[in-house]
């Protein structure tokens, strides 16, 4: 019978006494990471009633869900003429159904996935783009940062084309070979972009999150 190494043993550990993880487990949420979104979004108000709102590399689903319920409570007593807001959300992974969310499987380097995913849009333009897309790690970061880069590079060029002027930009980024050009990118494009490390973010992680608000109608 196989064993477990001990860093196995010692991830797992701090995986189930994690206080964020416990909660996700009781209050139902599909991910701790839930609550990284939950911190970034309340404290600046990003979120409001009728948005439309693309959640990029959503599996197992923390996002999307938390956002969804975050609508469903923002719209809760409109008329039922007001416009609700959207939730679309893509993985190249298996993501199980989310009550209103609509989810698109496949790989979002594929040209397929892309006209997919603006087919799903029909025009609408998109309020918020988030992104929490990573790729599988190989442990060398000689390897995985230009991966976790050219990632992040598709995610800012699809705000580019569906993000409306005035919307915002959420991404996971790691730091690393490539990270200041990056933000330096989002500087030209947003009128105010800021670096966030949520608490539920765990320290020894080398990612923060790149906070981009007010699209420019030109990048500068």
Do not use: C
């Not at 190989?138 to 005035?166: C, I, K, T």
């Amino acid at each position: 019978m196989a064993t477990r190494s001990k860093s196995s043993q010692r991830w797992l550990k701090e995986h189930f006494s994690d206080p964020y993880v416990k909660k996700a487990q009781a209050e139902g949420m599909r991910s701790r990471a839930a609550y990284k979104l939950e911190e970034l979004v309340e404290r600046d108000r990003l979120l409001k009633p009728g948005m439309v709102v693309v959640d990029l590399g959503a599996a197992p689903g923390g996002w999307s869900q938390w956002v969804r319920q975050e609508l469903d409570r923002l719209e809760q007593g409109l008329p039922g003429e007001a416009r609700r807001g959207r939730v679309i959300a893509s993985d190249i992974l298996e993501m199980p159904t989310l009550a209103g969310v609509e989810f698109l499987h496949g790989d979002f380097r594929d040209d397929a996935v892309l006209s997919s995913l603006l087919a799903m849009l029909g025009g609408d333009k998109v309020d918020l783009v988030l992104s929490d897309m990573a790729p599988n790690k190989s442990g060398m970061d000689a390897v995985d940062q230009p991966r976790a880069m050219h990632l992040s590079e598709l995610a800012m060029e699809f705000a580019d084309g569906q993000l409306r002027a005035g919307g915002t930009f959420l991404i996971k980024l790691f730091q690393g070979v490539g990270f200041d050009d990056y933000v330096r990118e989002l500087r030209r494009r947003y009128a105010k972009v800021a670096i966030r490390k949520p608490a539920a973010s765990r320290k020894r992680s080398p990612e923060v999150y790149a906070l981009a608000q007010g699209k420019l109608a030109a990048i500068r």
